[in-house]
Structures are given as C-alpha cells and as structure tokens.
C-alpha cells in the first residue's frame, strides 16, 4: 500500500487548504532541529534577529550563504531565518501529526499563506515576536518527496502550489520575542 497522497487527492485537498484564516491564525507547533536530521517539538521557543528560532542548527547550517560564505539568516540578511508551513496541508501530506517534524519546518501554522495574502513585507505578530515575510521562494527537494511522496513534491512546486506557498514560506524575525503553541497570529497592517 502506497502511504503518500496521489495528485488527485492533493488537488482535492485545497478547498480545505484555501479555508485556512487569512487575519488571525494559530501556532500549531513548533519544531526545532538541534543537530541535522534531528527534531525536537517544543512548546514555547525564543526567536530574535540575530539567531533565528533559537536551538535551530539553521543559524549556522542554512544552504544559503552570504558573499562572505556566512549563513543567511546571520543579522545582516535574515531572509531565511524562520520557516512556516500550513499545518492543514502538513496534516494532510504527514498522515499523522507525529510525522510533522520531518518537513524540516520550524513554525507550523493554521494561516493562509497564500501570495495573495501574504506578499513579501507583510508583518505577523505571533506571541512577542514579530515577523516579516521575506520573497525567497521556499521549495520541496529531494527530501520532501521521500518523506511525503514524488506527487506531494511535484504539487507543492507546481504553478498552484507554490502560489499557495504549500511547501511554506520563509520569513526574518523583526522584533525579538517568545513563540508558545496555541498563541494567536495576526496580520499587521
């Protein structure tokens, strides 16, 4: 048995997704990888401009490396500082919360995180933190579609799914701050 979800099953899936709040959303989970290929589901978790999501290896593992070969997320570009994903489609590609973690994001969200509704600039206040939606377009890899199937990969990159950002968007921290499972998030206008 096949456990991933087929492109028609993905397909069906976006009404659900696109029901997602637009205004006021919810932190669903957070997830830290302390060392690659690790993850710990916290409760609460520190975020500022300078690390990123604290006891995240992202700080100083990121792909993406400034001209002087340092991580992106250090405080002169933080554009891939924090990663959100939309929880009703990681519940929905995972199977089973449990299996959350292994997408590799940081803050999971019931928020719509559609280009429409958020475009690079906006503000999201979650807790004490204060974000801000960077334009760096965050993609399935190689991992993904191991972990969530070749079909999940192929939706999430395609024209649809990335205007409805399903593999997630990035954002860099603007105010310094504590982020706790269950806070309330809200667009800044």
């Not at 997602?20 to 609460?44: A, D, F, T, Y």
Request: aromatic share 6%.
């Amino acid at each position: 048995m096949n456990p991933f979800r087929s492109i028609d099953e993905l397909q069906a899936q976006v009404a659900e997704i696109c029901n997602s709040p637009r205004n006021h959303g919810r932190l669903e989970m957070i997830v830290i990888r302390p060392v690659e290929n690790k993850r710990l589901v916290l409760q609460e978790c520190e975020l500022s401009a300078k690390l990123g999501v604290h006891g995240d290896f992202w700080a100083t593992k990121c792909w993406s490396k400034l001209p002087d070969d340092s991580p992106n997320p250090g405080s002169s570009n933080p554009d891939v500082q924090v990663t959100l994903m939309n929880s009703r489609f990681i519940d929905f590609i995972a199977g089973d919360r449990s299996r959350w973690p292994l997408a590799g994001d940081q803050l999971y969200v019931d928020l719509d995180l559609s280009a429409e509704n958020l475009s690079p600039g906006q503000r999201l206040r979650i807790g004490s933190v204060i974000l801000e939606i960077t334009s760096i377009p965050h993609t399935g890899c190689g991992l993904f579609a191991e972990r969530f199937g070749t079909a999940a990969a192929q939706f999430v990159n395609s024209p649809a799914g990335k205007q409805l950002h399903l593999r997630g968007i990035y954002a860099k921290v603007g105010q310094d701050g504590v982020v706790k499972v269950g806070d309330i998030i809200v667009k800044i206008e």
